[in-house]
């Protein structure tokens, strides 16, 4: 059984940065590793995912901005933040699941609001 734990959302001025921290559980190192959002209104959608090797993948959204990385020893998943974007305002959820974009395991979510 794999438990995630989120931290690290608040809110920030356009422009400005964060960095959310996601705590496993339980065995999730041959899992993809990745950061969800849901806007309200929207639909939950993928923004980074990171492998069991190391390799990432982002949404076209946040390529260049965001950046996905894990401390194995830590057993913890962060996604920096950078440049942000009233649009980028949602409940930001860390999964971990077999499939990329496909989460067998969910945090309870952390908010991020940017302002304009």
């Known amino acids: 059984q794999v438990q995630l734990v989120e931290s690290g959302g608040g809110s920030v001025q356009a422009g400005g940065s964060l960095r959310l921290s996601c705590t496993a559980s339980?065995?999730?190192?041959?899992?993809?590793m990745g950061w969800f959002r849901q806007a309200p209104g929207k639909e939950r959608e993928g923004v980074a995912s990171?492998?069991?090797?190391?390799?990432?993948t982002y949404v076209d959204s946040v390529k260049g901005r965001f950046i996905i990385s894990k401390d194995n020893a830590k057993n913890t998943l962060y996604l920096h933040m950078n440049g942000l974007k009233p649009e980028d305002t949602a409940m930001y959820y860390c999964?971990?699941?077999?499939?990329?974009?496909?989460?067998?395991?969910w945090g309870q979510g952390t908010q991020v609001t940017v302002s304009s």
């Open positions: 990171i492998d069991n090797n190391g390799r990432t």
């Open positions: 999964a971990a699941g077999l499939h990329l974009w496909v989460g067998d395991y």
């Open positions: 339980g065995y999730t190192h041959s899992y993809y």
